[in-house]
């Protein structure tokens, strides 16, 4: 018993840490929104880039980025507004 309590108490005690992390984090921004928004930066980036080097295909590829992660973040935002309107 000694040895399953043991091991238990430092699992645990990560667990709830992780999870204070994680609400703490959810008090900001979801992580849609931090994915979209590193999506739309990565895509203007990748599209700067092909301009510099005169390829279409680049710019293209950045755009298309650029509007995955205005989504992504759009999606983000409604989630945190759903969750603001379900709180008591």
Aim: net charge positive.
């Amino acid at each position: 018993m000694v040895g399953i309590a043991s091991n238990a108490a430092p699992r645990l005690e990560r667990r709830i840490k992780n999870q204070m992390i994680a609400s703490s984090l959810s008090i900001f921004c979801s992580l849609d929104q931090v994915k979209g928004k590193a999506k739309d930066v990565a895509g203007k980036i990748q599209e700067k880039g092909g301009r510099l080097v005169g390829s279409s295909a680049e710019q293209a590829k950045g755009l298309k980025k650029q509007v995955e992660g205005k989504a992504q973040a759009q999606i983000g935002n409604l989630k945190e507004d759903v969750k603001d309107v379900s709180k008591p």
